[in-house]
């Protein structure tokens, strides 16, 4: 089933530029107005992720109403209702051949546009576990994490099938939700929240061949997200700011000044060959010799997603109003 509903609409909207250093609070200075072209979702789809194709396309996860959205360049969206009952889709990811794959509880497939969707149940070690994160792999095929039970960092190819890629069977940690990405080293890096409080948290790689390695993070760190940076290193989000580790396992933390009440919800790299992130109300940006800069999105309530456009401008989902917004940042 599909229905097609929306157009992007522009509001005028009044951004203060903040800028911060890292252990000072923000210091308001003059910026310009920005315009940000706005669409609509239901009323109750919560989106959580997006991706975005070369033509142009957004895809955003709509767990609540069980759809992928599509958004073309000119705000037209497609909803996608996903096969099954009661499914949450809450991860989407572009590959490089056009296919869009998604997760849905414990589920993992992919939308063709001939076959239309595609499911697999699980495989050698998801079994319907749950799936938390999506990523393209350095040799093209789609790589996630799944608790199994067991926590395993797995392999998907639409006609190679799905194999375990390696396994952290004893291990007091968890896989965040989305927090997977290919490092320029070719292998692939992952955040891990300890399963209780008093398990530390920590970030790991894992090649290939399936040897995987892991460093540790301070105590309650709760990263999140992370991607690879223009500077060669990986970036992930925190409780209290975003994290910086290179290949070697070199571990570095930059402050966000946002209130406690406020989480870092997601992070990109830029075309600007600077990080992009979002808080529950704010966009911000940080060089990887800088220091954060944060603009208030007006109307914001929960920014849960951010990609970046080949523009230069960003587009933000905001799991509560239920809005997809075009955020061309300041200059």
């Known amino acids: 089933m599909r229905d097609v509903t929306g157009r992007w609409r522009t509001a005028v909207l009044c951004v203060a530029l903040v800028a911060t250093a890292c252990q000072q609070a923000p210091r308001p200075t003059p910026a310009p107005s920005a315009a940000v072209d706005v669409v609509k979702l239901p009323g109750n789809a919560g989106p959580t992720a997006m991706t975005l194709t070369a033509d142009g396309t957004l895809w955003v996860a709509e767990p609540r109403i069980g759809a992928l959205a599509e958004v073309d360049p000119t705000g037209r969206v497609t909803q996608h209702r996903v096969p099954g009952r009661t499914v949450e889709p809450d991860a989407v990811l572009a590959a490089p051949d056009g296919r869009i794959w998604y997760t849905a509880n414990g589920r993992l497939g992919w939308i063709d546009r001939a076959r239309g969707f595609v499911t697999w ?3 050698e070690g998801p079994r319907r576990g749950r799936i938390t994160g999506l ?38 940690h968890r896989f965040p939700e989305h927090g997977l990405a290919t490092g320029p080293d070719r292998a692939v890096w992952f955040t891990l929240q300890g399963d209780r409080d008093t398990d530390p948290d920590g970030i790991g790689r894992v090649g290939h061949d399936g040897r995987h390695a892991s460093w540790p993070l301070p105590a309650r760190a ?6 690879a940076g223009p500077d ?33 919800r997601d992070i990109v790299s830029g075309p600007d060959d600077a990080l992009w992130f979002v808080t529950d109300t704010q966009v911000g940006r940080l060089r990887p010799t800088g220091t954060p800069e944060l603009w208030p999105v007006p109307g914001a309530k929960r920014l849960s997603a951010v990609v970046a456009a080949p ?12 809005r997809v917004l075009r955020f061309p940042p300041p200059s």
Not at 146 to 158: K, L, Y
Not at 234 to 250: A, D, K, N
Not at 313 to 318: H, K, Y
């Open 121 to 123: 149940d699980g495989g």
């Open 311 to 322: 523009d230069g401008s960003l587009r933000l989902a905001d799991a509560r109003t239920n």
């Open 232 to 264: 060669g290193a990986l970036w992930f989000t925190e409780r209290h700011g975003i994290g910086r580790i290179t290949v070697g396992g070199v571990v570095s933390h930059v402050p966000v000044p946002v209130p406690t009440t406020e989480h870092i």
């Open 222 to 227: 709760n990263p999140n997200r992370i991607v």
């Open 135 to 172: 990523a393209v792999g350095p040799d093209g095929a789609i790589w996630f994490t799944s608790h199994s039970p067991t926590r395993t960092v797995q392999r998907a190819h639409p006609t190679q099938g799905i194999r375990v890629v390696t396994s952290l069977s004893g291990t007091a």
